[in-house]
Each structure stands twice: as structure tokens, then as C-alpha cells.
């Protein structure tokens, strides 16, 4: 008896895609609620070029910057993203947000290594911040150095927006390489992973388990990835999967 085949998502091209994920973004935000998304692929995939782009749907978003150097950080300073060394912004800051909301970038200079950890009480700050007020979008640029014990140790404060915030309008979009070190309840608490290709079977099989289809068939569609392709892997009932890539003009 042959087996079944299994669903593949359909692919749409990146205008169509980011027009969807515009709507489900304002239909979200219309309901003062926030949702959270994984962004997860391997180095240079395009995951922070993606986060960036949609990040720009929404009014208020503040990213945390924590490497010395970063064209693709450089990006988010290009788009009009102020680049602040402290928090929270002045009224000074304030007035120099452009259009609707305002958009920081929480990016401390860094000139040695000894700054790496220097400025953790800057990051807390900012999440502690974002949990009270609410309806901020937080961008976690390197999700494992900022959780990890052997980096800046802020995990358990991480995982407390993932599980806590959702209903305050706070969205937490986390950019991670691989799950590994990171705590589980970051990224099972997302709303939607958005998945690039991934060279160990037992990451494929983690995020494959987080969405509303068939594990086996998230887990070929990131399999059969390539270059800067990824898998929009829903993880709320009434919604759909698909494929999509960044074409090489919107990247940073």
C-alpha cells in the first residue's frame, strides 16, 4: 500500500507575503494584543533582514543591539530607527520619532570585549520596562546571548514576556540560530516561526513540532529550503503556512 504524501505549503512570492502579514498584524494590533514570532535560521539566512521588514509594521518597537558591530543593525538606523544608549528615551527622543509611534534601537557602543556584558542592566531595564507599559514590539536580536547564563543571563526576564505580555499588546519577535540554550517557554509561547533551513534533524523536528500541520511535512518543507527561502509555520488555528524568500533588493 503506497503512503500518502504529504502537504507541502504554497509559495508566494515576498510582495504577496508581506501584505499578508501586514493584515494579520493590524488585525492584532486593532485588538490592543500583541503576538509573539520566532524568527530561526543559521547566520546570514536572512532572518534579520525579515524581522526588520516586519517589524515596520508596527508603531512602537524598540530593538536590543548587542554587538560591537552589525551592518544589518546599521540597517534599522538607515530605516529612521533612533539609536539610544539608554532607557527609557527622553522627551528629546521622543520628538525625534518619525511618522507614526516611534521606533528605538537600544544599541550602547561596545569597544572591547569587557563591553560585551557591560551594559545587562541597560537590556533589563528595557524589558522590564516593555512588560509594565505594554504595546511595544521588543526586537531580541541574538536571542541566545541574551538569554544564555554564559552571555547576558536574561532568560528567566525573556520568558517572562513570551508567557506574560501577549494580552498587554507586547510582541516579542526573538532571532535565534538554533533552540539550543535557549529557554523552551521563548519560543512555544510564539503565535508564528518563521524557519529557515536547518542542518541538525533534531532542530528541523523542534520547530516542525511547534506548528498546526503535520510535524512530518513542516519538517520535509524545511528540509527542501534553500538560500534565503523560509517557512511562514503558523502556530494558531485559522491560519496558513507557506513559503516565501527576500529578494536581494529589500535586504539590508
Same mark, same amino acid.
Given at each position: 500500500?503506497?503512503?500518502? +504524501? ?15 502579514? !501586514?493584515?494579520?498584524?493590524? !488585525?492584532? !494590533? ?55 544608549? @539608554? ?28 563591553? &560585551?556584558?557591560? @551594559? ?76 529557515? @533551513? ?10 516542525? +513540532? &511547534? ?16 538560500? @534565503?527561502?523560509?517557512?511562514? &509555520?503558523?502556530?494558531?488555528?485559522? !491560519? ?13
Amino acid at each position: 500500500m503506497a503512503s500518502l +504524501s504529504l502537504p507541502e505549503p504554497p509559495e508566494l512570492d515576498f510582495p504577496t507575503w508581506i501584505r499578508q502579514e !501586514a493584515a494579520v498584524t493590524g !488585525a492584532v !494590533a486593532a485588538k490592543d494584543k500583541g503576538m509573539h514570532i520566532l524568527f530561526s535560521g543559521p547566520t546570514q539566512s536572512g532572518k534579520t533582514t525579515l524581522c526588520r521588514i516586519v517589524a515596520s509594521l508596527r508603531d512602537y518597537v524598540v530593538v536590543l543591539g548587542s554587538k560591537p558591530k552589525d551592518d544589518s543593525l546599521d540597517a534599522y538606523v538607515r530605516d529612521g530607527y533612533l539609536r539610544i544608549d @539608554h532607557w527609557p528615551p527622553t522627551r528629546s527622543d521622543i520628538r525625534k520619532c518619525r511618522g507614526p509611534g516611534c521606533h528605538f534601537i537600544v544599541w550602547p557602543k561596545m569597544a572591547s570585549r569587557a563591553d &560585551l556584558r557591560k @551594559h545587562t542592566g541597560l537590556y533589563l531595564s528595557v524589558l522590564d520596562s516593555v512588560y509594565a507599559e505594554g504595546m511595544w514590539t521588543t526586537v531580541v536580536d541574538e536571542g541566545l546571548w541574551m538569554c544564555d547564563p554564559k552571555g547576558l543571563g536574561l532568560g528567566a526576564v525573556v520568558s517572562d514576556i513570551a508567557y506574560g505580555s501577549a494580552s498587554n499588546g507586547v510582541s516579542l519577535y526573538l532571532l535565534v540560530q538554533r533552540p539550543a540554550n535557549v529557554p523552551p517557554i521563548t519560543w512555544t509561547s510564539v503565535g508564528q516561526a518563521l524557519l529557515w @533551513h536547518m542542518g541538525r534533524q533534531d532542530d528541523v523536528r523542534e520547530m516542525a +513540532s &511547534l506548528g498546526i500541520y503535520d510535524p512530518r511535512a513542516a519538517v520535509a518543507a524545511v528540509q527542501n529550503l534553500r538560500g @534565503h527561502q523560509f517557512l511562514d &509555520l503558523p502556530t494558531r488555528a485559522q !491560519a496558513e503556512w507557506s513559503i516565501s524568500e527576500v529578494p536581494a533588493s529589500w535586504a539590508a
